[in-house]
């Protein structure tokens, strides 16, 4: 079975910084793509960043750009959002998801994480 659990949420003031963590088990992780998306309050989720089973292709919702890395490391079956210059609109429920299919960088994502909360203060 699949797991995917996020960690390293938190509260942090406006231009700081935080590193999420997600760390998966219950497949050959490193043959998936993954995606971090988030949830504010009264809004959908919505997509994030997203990176390829090797970490060589990576794309990022144009509010993030150049604010946002993801990375992952397939040693540990561990996916990270390193998330700096952090803005108030950056509060949200953050999730990390992995892919339906293996080898694919599009296409559904079949399993979520429980989710990691961050808020930024102004």
């Known amino acids: 079975q699949v797991q995917l659990v996020e960690s390293g949420g938190g509260l942090v003031q406006a231009w700081g910084s935080l590193r999420l963590s997600c760390a998966a088990s219950?497949?050959?992780?490193?043959?998936?793509?993954m995606g971090w998306f988030r949830q504010a309050p009264g809004k959908e989720r919505g997509f994030v960043a997203a990176?390829?089973?090797?970490?060589?292709?990576?794309n990022y919702a144009d509010s993030v750009k150049g604010r946002f890395t993801i990375t992952r490391d397939n040693a540990k079956n561990t996916v990270y959002l390193q998330m700096n210059g952090l803005k108030p609109e950056d509060t949200a429920v953050y999730y990390c998801?992995?892919?339906?299919?293996?080898?694919?960088?599009?296409?559904?994502?079949?399993?979520w994480g429980q989710g990691t909360e961050v808020t930024v203060s102004s």
């Open positions: 990176i390829s089973w090797r970490g060589g292709r990576t």
């Open positions: 998801a992995v892919r339906a299919r293996s080898y694919e960088y599009t296409g559904e994502y079949a399993y």
């Open positions: 219950g497949r050959t992780f490193s043959s998936y793509s």
